[in-house]
């Protein structure tokens, strides 16, 4: 029988279909952003991730969220008003059940929880039964009324937990009951049962713990159905929720403490997200805190770099809290630093912690305190991951005992690392040689070898009894040398020194020749495969020593650079490489360098950038000078710092602080060029209430005129900033990879936001390996004027068919600027890549810029590939420990593609420069055709078999962590050699020098 409870409103229960005004309404899923659950007066509940089941009620009996299936099943019972919008009517006698066994509750533990306004009075001695859930005769879990027992009534309301194995004669059971005399008919109460299989269970009324049963039993076996009703029920019900945590909702604030996360801080600014209070809201969807395994009810959470301000007006003795790493970033590279200040003055500041790090309690004095500040700052790898809890943070007055802590649980999935993998993989011996060499009475041999390659354990090269190292540079320029000594009886302190060098004109210190010996490591396969897919033994650090030990049967690379100093003389210069073991002979190697007399120009069109962490690079300047000068060495012009605009979450203003403090840096340090700086919109967005999971979140953040409002005064500062720091060229960014998980709508928003304030170029990294994602360039077009290209993604668009000249049409027709990265990932990509990449691939493409990640990312030690989830991305850093820039071989090859393109374009400008002189007019002639030779020499795109019948069909995925994941820079590798490269630069460099003025 239909019962109507509003105008045009009806309600079946075989299908729990309802009408309103004529219209049929489909299950309605609710999966916005989550609110607090655990204040005193709740709003309506929203699922998070400890969500089995949850009914508002409001449109039919469906499930709003569930885990398993949403279909109730029953009576025929009414829609009436509810505590929040509508509430489910179950009269007396009647029922509402839905599936237990798939998934819609947790026998293990878990809170059972719902609104009740009863339609009788608590003393009314009737017995009552609201909620049921049984999985055999011996368990089961209920929340009923009591009525009458032995002619008395004893006007209570309670729960029983029973449990029972097959192999157990007896059960366990646990009941618990509070007497609710003073209930009177029509006002509204919250119920809620919590239990945990070995812990307590807890019976809650209002919010309020009234009965608490100690180490229960939980029941073994699923139910079937989950009831509500059944006897005598005769109530109103309204959010029923279960979860598979026992939830608390009694924490409140005693007499002489407040818990931070109830206080309204007075300023909130961190780079991500926003401030959790009770849960987590700095990453996209809310999720439950917490710290070393366990979940809390209480705390705040932040992301790194973080700063929250309260104030206390001197009224509290001591802050207490519980800090650690989140567990939701374990296994992860984060790293944080936890500090508190009081009126400015650092009172604490934490050790290093990482996701290893056990939590740790903290007790900071801050008696007379006016204002407390709590700062999170990365750990010096930049923020990514850095999440980091301040559990139970509280404030107390002298004398004041702290509550218990809010722990309820552990967390439902820890996440597993790659560390203990990691550690039980084994690694042969990376240094031993699996030949014979030629007798030495030195009991080891030398052999000169070019440091492109990596060297060979199986194969030795030519040993000869006397090794010559001979190369050329300009002034100014940088230039590689390698050799390889192997020992045939262990060796001990070996000293390697080089003299200066000389010539008739002059010397040139052996201070500008840095040497180093290469470091083999293991690196995985490809950078995010687990370590049990394998590694590859690379040659990949060059570092600074005093001595070296050679076991017998080993070997060791040794690699020399040469800054020839600026304003060198031309002319030829020797000098000789000594090798002094402790235990053999002395040995030489002779030396010889031709300084050419040019300087080398660097061409406008052609750029090279770096993505890097500048931010956590303020607490230690050295570091960061030293290097920035790298970075200068190697012709870096552009940055990415990763410095943005952030938002203090109270006023909304924009903060540009820690973008005022980088530029400074780098302005104090020389850096001079490009400098991409976020805007902080996507931050924005979210405070803004953006939620990914809305499918009217871009309309509702459309609408939204403060969002609108401070973008525009956001950019606006940018003006400012730009006028103050007139050295740099500002671009502007702020969301990366708008080809990848549908964030072109957003991307396209926060660009029309930014470009309220013209004048700024925008900047973003992309792809377009596949169809799809060509067109979401075509759709980014208008709100992009600087795109970086995945170069291996951007080989997939050549596979298709296209061809650097559309790439350059499109460029014209755009205005777009377009650079590519490769990041320095992987065995496969080489010193070669990068020489390739930096030098004859930039010169004959479109592109403009390299611009990789990143200077390096490393996931705890630098030196072990394997110790994390993925590989480390390194070219460079500065370590402590060698009290030196620790060089990599890819840096040296990228340093050696600059000086190629370098090589070329001198040639090409002193071409343009004596165009018009007739005396020159055949040396042009041969060098244009020289210049045309060498793009001959390089393969074409359309000429590689990867259009139909390649490693490319399909989109050659089964070629990623191969060198054929990037065909066209492979197929130059193959075909070139060492001495092509060195051919190519000395045949270039004598026709400058016939070309240049005398």
């Not at 307590?200 to 009965?211: M, N, P, W």
């Amino acid at each position: 029988m239909m019962k109507k409870t509003a105008r045009n409103m009806w309600f079946i229960s075989s299908r729990y279909f309802f009408k309103l005004s004529n219209t049929y309404l489909p299950l309605f899923l609710f999966l916005g952003s989550t609110g607090s659950a655990f204040s005193q007066s709740p709003k309506q509940y929203q699922p998070d991730s400890h969500t089995l089941l949850l009914c508002h009620f409001d449109k039919s009996a469906y499930a709003d969220y569930s885990r398993g299936s949403s279909s109730p099943s029953g009576d025929d019972v009414s829609i009436v008003r509810g505590k929040w919008g509508k509430g489910l009517l179950i009269n007396k006698g009647e029922k509402v059940f839905y599936k237990g066994n798939d998934g819609n509750i947790d026998l293990q533990q878990g809170t059972i929880e719902f609104y009740i306004k009863p339609n009788w009075n608590g003393n009314d001695g009737e017995y009552r039964q609201l909620f049921s859930m049984h999985g055999s005769p011996r368990n089961w879990i209920m929340i009923s009324k009591f009525g009458v027992k032995e002619g008395k009534s004893n006007n209570k309301l309670g729960g029983a937990i029973c449990s029972q194995r097959p192999d157990e004669k007896k059960h366990n059971y646990a009941s618990f009951a509070y007497d609710i005399s003073s209930w009177k008919k029509g006002e509204w109460h919250h119920l809620a049962l919590t239990w945990q299989n070995g812990e307590d269970a807890v019976f809650y009324i209002d919010h309020k713990e009234v009965a608490r049963r100690k180490k229960i039993s939980s029941p073994r076996l699923t139910a079937d159905q989950l009831l509500l009703g059944r006897m005598n029920c005769n109530a109103a019900i309204d959010e029923f929720r279960i979860s598979d945590i026992p939830r608390k909702f009694n924490i409140i604030d005693r007499k002489g403490t407040k818990y931070l996360s109830n206080l309204e801080p007075v300023r909130s600014i961190q780079d991500f997200g926003a401030l959790g209070r009770d849960s987590f809201l700095a990453i996209a969807g809310k999720i439950p805190i917490g710290v070393g395994g366990y979940t809390y009810e209480k705390g705040l959470a932040t992301h790194a770099n973080a700063e929250i301000t309260y104030k206390l007006d001197g009224k509290y003795d001591k802050f207490k809290a519980l800090i650690g790493i989140d567990n939701y970033v374990m296994g992860t590279p984060a790293s944080v630093i936890f500090e508190v200040y009081g009126d400015g003055k650092n009172l604490f500041r934490s050790k290093l912690f990482t996701p290893e790090t056990k939590p740790e309690e903290i007790e900071v004095p801050i008696s007379g305190i006016n204002e407390l500040k709590l700062v999170l700052s990365d750990g010096g790898n930049g923020h990514n991951c850095d999440l980091g809890d301040w559990i139970d943070a509280m404030v107390l007055e002298k004398g004041v005992q702290p509550p218990p802590p809010s722990k309820r649980g552990r967390c439902p999935k820890p996440v597993k690392t790659e560390k203990k993998a990691a550690q039980k993989v084994s690694v042969s011996n990376l240094y031993a040689y699996n030949f014979s060499i030629p007798f030495s009475n030195k009991g080891y041999a030398l052999a000169g070898k070019n440091y492109l390659d990596e060297i060979n354990q199986d194969a030795a090269l030519p040993v000869t009894e006397k090794v010559k190292l001979s190369c050329f540079a300009t002034p100014g320029e940088y230039e590689p040398l390698s050799f390889v000594i192997y020992a045939e009886k262990d060796l001990s302190d070996i000293e390697i020194k080089c003299s200066d060098l000389k010539n008739k004109a002059g010397t040139i210190s052996n201070k500008n020749i840095a040497v180093r010996y290469g470091m083999r490591v293991p690196v995985r396969r490809r950078y995010s495969w687990p370590v049990s897919k394998g590694t590859v033994p690379v040659t990949r650090f060059l570092r600074s020593f005093e001595k070296l030990n050679i076991p017998k049967q080993n070997f060791r690379e040794i690699y020399l650079t040469i800054k020839v100093p600026e304003g060198t003389d031309a002319g030829k210069y020797y000098g000789e490489i000594s090798i002094s073991p402790k235990n053999g002979k002395k040995s030489n190697i002779d030396l010889e360098l031709e300084v050419l007399p040019f300087k080398l120009k660097m061409p406008p069109n052609k750029r090279y950038g770096i993505y890097y962490h500048l931010s956590h690079r303020f607490i230690t300047p050295k570091r960061l000078a030293r290097e920035l000068r790298d970075m200068k060495e190697h012709q870096i012009s552009i940055l990415y710092p990763r410095l943005s605009v952030r938002y203090d979450t109270v006023s909304l203003e924009p903060d540009y602080s820690k973008i005022i403090k980088g530029l400074t840096l780098l302005r104090n340090n020389d850096f001079k060029g490009r400098v991409i700086l976020g805007t902080g919109l996507h931050q924005l967005s979210l405070i803004s209430g953006y939620d990914k999971k809305d499918p009217e979140a871009i309309k509702k953040l459309e609408k939204n005129k403060k969002f609108w409002e401070i973008a525009k005064k956001t950019i606006a500062g940018f003006k400012d900033i730009q006028k103050q720091y007139p050295e740099f060229e500002i671009v502007l960014t702020h969301l990366d990879e708008i080809t990848d998980r549908n964030r072109l709508p957003l991307y396209i928003l926060l660009t029309k936001a930014a470009k309220q304030v013209p004048g700024f170029k925008y900047f973003i990294s992309l792809d377009n390996g596949t169809e799809k994602r060509e067109r979401v360039i075509t759709k980014a077009d208008p709100y992009v004027e600087i795109r970086n290209y995945l170069l291996y993604m951007f080989e997939w668009w050549l596979a298709r068919g296209h061809t650097f000249e559309e790439l350059e049409k499109d460029l014209k027709r755009t205005g777009d600027e377009a650079d590519f990265y490769v990041n320095p990932v992987g065995p496969y990509y080489t010193p070669e890549w990068y020489r390739i990449v930096n030098g004859l691939y930039l010169w004959i493409s479109p592109f403009s810029a390299h611009m990789p990640w990143i200077y390096y990312d490393i996931r705890g030690d630098a030196f072990n590939d394997l110790d994390g989830k993925t590989s480390d991305h390194i070219f460079a850093f500065y370590s402590e420990k060698d009290n030196d820039i620790v060089n990599t071989k890819i840096w040296e090859g990228w340093r050696e593609g600059v000086d190629d393109i370098r090589y070329i374009y001198t040639l090409e400008n002193l071409i343009e420069k004596n165009k018009n002189k007739e005396n020159k007019f055949e040396v042009i002639k041969d060098a244009e055709a020289w210049l045309k030779n060498i793009k001959s020499m390089l393969p074409k795109p359309p000429q590689l078999p990867y259009a139909k019948d390649g490693p490319w069909r399909g989109l050659g995925r089964k070629t990623l962590g191969t060198p054929e994941e990037s065909p066209f820079v492979n197929a130059i590798s193959n075909q070139l050699t060492f001495e092509d490269y060195q051919h190519i630069r000395r045949k270039t460099a004598d026709f400058i020098m016939k070309l240049q003025d005398n």
